[in-house]
């Protein structure tokens, strides 16, 4: 059975660029969740969502990060303009129900230089 | 509790052994708990959870016990591998549509 699927895998680029990560969830989950995991501060729930509408997005660091899920299987974590500051491993996550275990995927690795 | 991030505890044990890793959790509200493993280079997978009404759960060589008075949390591995070397996260949620919030994290480190 295919996972959550995130692409893409390592992703490299200049500060000021628009950056975007991508996440298929697992068939039939209907809530989803974007981490983001430093050294420093371990995984943190960035923005989740229910049945394709955002939930709780208060972990979002500030506005040049924008998430969307404009179907039940894809959602997207955009970050404009990106710093050097946002360089992380970004984690999608899906579940069936919002108290039922969370499924990740292998994350997106992003250096912002 | 908070995941903070800074310097992991290691537990180093020979393979064979059991294990035991230990989680402090924050919120006397959380109704339900998850034990996570994280491998170098992927994303954390789930191993057990169990909900505030037991105090515990066994899976597949793993036993997760909750002690609700003294909010602890604690993963038995039974006859630890090589293969369970990893990162280890315990998370905890309170209901409805509370955010599940992750641990620092324990290494374990199994030495044939």
């Known amino acids: 059975d295919a996972g959550v699927i995130q692409s893409p895998r390592h992703e490299v680029t200049e500060m000021g660029q628009e950056v975007t990560l991508r996440c298929k969830p697992i068939?039939?989950?209907?809530?989803l969740f974007w981490y983001r995991q430093t050294m420093m501060r371990g995984l943190e729930l960035l923005i989740y969502?229910?049945?394709?509408?955002?939930?709780?997005d208060s972990g979002m660091p500030e506005d040049r990060f924008s998430a969307k899920m404009p179907n039940a299987s894809f959602s997207t974590l955009k970050i404009q303009p990106s710093e050097p500051r946002d360089s992380a491993v970004y984690f999608c996550?899906?579940?069936?129900?919002?108290?039922?275990?969370?499924?990740f995927g292998d994350g997106t690795r992003l250096s912002i230089l | 509790g908070e995941s903070v991030g800074l310097h992991l505890p290691t537990l180093s044990v020979q393979e064979g052994d059991n294990s035991i890793i230990n989680c402090a959790y924050s919120?006397?509200?959380?109704?339900?708990f998850i034990w996570y493993k994280q491998e170098s280079g992927k994303g954390p997978q789930f191993i057990i959870d169990?909900?505030?009404?037991?105090d515990k759960r066994q899976g597949q060589r793993v036993t997760v016990l909750l002690n609700k008075t003294v909010k602890h949390l604690s993963l038995q591995i039974a006859a630890t591998q090589p293969g369970d070397s990893a990162v280890y996260f315990c998370?905890?949620?309170?209901?409805?549509?509370?955010?599940?919030?992750f641990g620092t994290g324990t290494r374990l480190l199994v030495s044939p």
């Open positions: 169990i909900r505030s009404n037991m």
């Open positions: 919120n006397s509200a959380s109704d339900y």
């Open positions: 068939s039939g989950h209907n809530s």
């Open positions: 969502f229910n049945n394709n509408v955002p939930i709780d």
């Open positions: 998370a905890e949620k309170g209901a409805g549509f509370q955010k599940l919030v």
């Open positions: 996550a899906s579940s069936v129900g919002i108290n039922q275990p969370q499924h």
